[in-house]
């Protein structure tokens, strides 16, 4: 039974607030320093450039800002069903799966696509013991997910990849829905102490991971969400 209960949710998720955006990182204005979409509509093809920071059927738009963050400090990105939407309105309910965030160092951030390699996961917020994901806790939040950069990493320009997966019709192979956006950083400070290992976007997910072809209405416990282990200092 909970398994039509789950594909009820799942039909009924294509309302209004169904989608997200990253819109804005450390209460900045929407749109400056993160590359926005105008349209909130997800990716569901893991081996497409538009995995990366979006793009495809969710043009992005550039920005010239880059922004400032200190090492070792907590970043805030904030997440919002559209461009204009307020913190009551972050994404539906039914949308549940897991919060990331990765990091590429580049040479010029506000030019660099990020196709290719070099990123590393620094955060992931997935299914908790007591059965409640990243996205119930993102939306009990206002839309804002809190992340630590790395005090160990070598200063310079990033790229700050946001990363939501809904998993409502994950049952079925690319209905996972992958939402992120990168946003332009320059880290000050860090100790370029450690150097992460990195995976390849599009590369580090496959269609087939079981974090990416996941069942949410069989009462499952555990969950690994896709890609690296989250690298810390």
């Known amino acids: ?11 009924a998720a294509s309302s209004a607030s169904a989608h997200t955006i990253f819109v804005s990182l450390n209460g900045g204005k929407v749109g400056d320093g993160v590359r926005v979409p105008s349209y909130d509509g ?4 893991v081996t497409s450039n538009d ?16 922004i400032n ?15 204009t939407s307020g913190s009551g309105d972050v994404i539906d309910a039914s949308h549940k799966g897991p919060v990331m965030a990765y990091l ?3 040479s010029d951030a506000k030019t660099d696509s990020g196709v290719g390699s070099g990123w590393f996961k620094i955060a992931e917020d997935g299914l908790d013991s007591s059965g409640k994901w990243g996205v119930d806790r993102l939306i009990a939040n206002g839309g804002v997910q809190t992340i630590t950069i790395p ?13 939501l997966i809904a998993l409502h019709g994950a049952q079925s192979s690319k209905g996972a829905q992958f939402y992120m956006e990168c946003a332009q950083i320059n880290i000050q400070g860090g100790s370029a102490s450690k150097t992460p290992s990195s995976v390849s976007l599009p590369g580090a997910y496959s269609a087939s991971d079981p974090g990416i072809l996941y069942n949410l209405y069989t009462g499952q416990k555990t969950y690994k969400a896709p890609g690296p282990a989250v690298f810390t200092c």
Do not use: D
């Open 1 to 11: 039974m909970k398994f039509s209960t789950g594909l009820t949710l799942a039909a």
């Open 42 to 45: 997800p990716i569901t093809e």
């Open 51 to 66: 995995i990366v920071c979006n793009g495809g059927p969710n043009p992005t738009q550039k920005t010239s800002t880059v």
């Open 69 to 83: 963050v200190q090492a070792g400090s907590k970043a805030t990105l904030t997440w919002r069903h559209t461009l």
């Open 104 to 106: 590429k160092k580049v």
């Open 151 to 163: 005090q160990c990493i070598a200063p310079g320009q990033y790229l700050l990849r946001g990363e």
